[in-house]
């Protein structure tokens, strides 16, 4: 059985970097596809960034393109959300999540119903 373990979040000021880490055990994450979704007080969980283990590629929302990055480290098998320029509308919950579908030619985050397997979270609070 698959489990997720997030870490890495905590409080940032403004145009700062955190790194979240989601460490799996009981099955290698290259056998999943692995997204990175948050959700804020109030508002609904939402999609953030996803890595497509069918052929490795990314995509990002576009709140946060070009700031964001998500990697992967095998031999670790983590899976990494690199985050810079932080502004305050990224605080949230980080959760990273893992889905067994196959995805083809894939353009967009996957719906969260996809994804079976889901970390605790991980608090990022962005505040000077």
């Known amino acids: 059985q698959l489990q997720l373990v997030e870490s890495g979040g905590g409080l940032v000021q403004p145009g700062g970097s955190l790194r979240l880490s989601c460490a799996a055990s009981?099955?290698?994450?290259?056998?999943?596809?692995i997204g990175w979704f948050r959700q804020a007080p109030g508002k609904e969980r939402e999609g953030v960034s996803w890595?497509?283990?069918?052929?490795?590629?990314?995509y990002y929302a576009d709140s946060v393109k070009g700031r964001f990055t998500i990697s992967r480290d095998n031999a670790k098998n983590t899976v990494y959300l690199q985050m810079n320029s932080l502004k305050p509308e990224d605080a949230a919950i980080y959760y990273c999540?893992?889905?067994?579908?196959?995805?083809?030619?894939?353009?967009?985050?996957?719906?969260?119903?996809?994804?079976?397997?889901w970390g605790q979270g991980t608090q990022v609070t962005v505040s000077s």
């Open positions: 999540a893992a889905s067994t579908y196959y995805y083809r030619d894939y353009n967009t985050i996957p719906p969260l119903t996809d994804f079976d397997y």
């Open positions: 009981g099955a290698r994450l290259g056998f999943y596809a």
């Open positions: 890595l497509n283990n069918n052929d490795g590629s990314t």
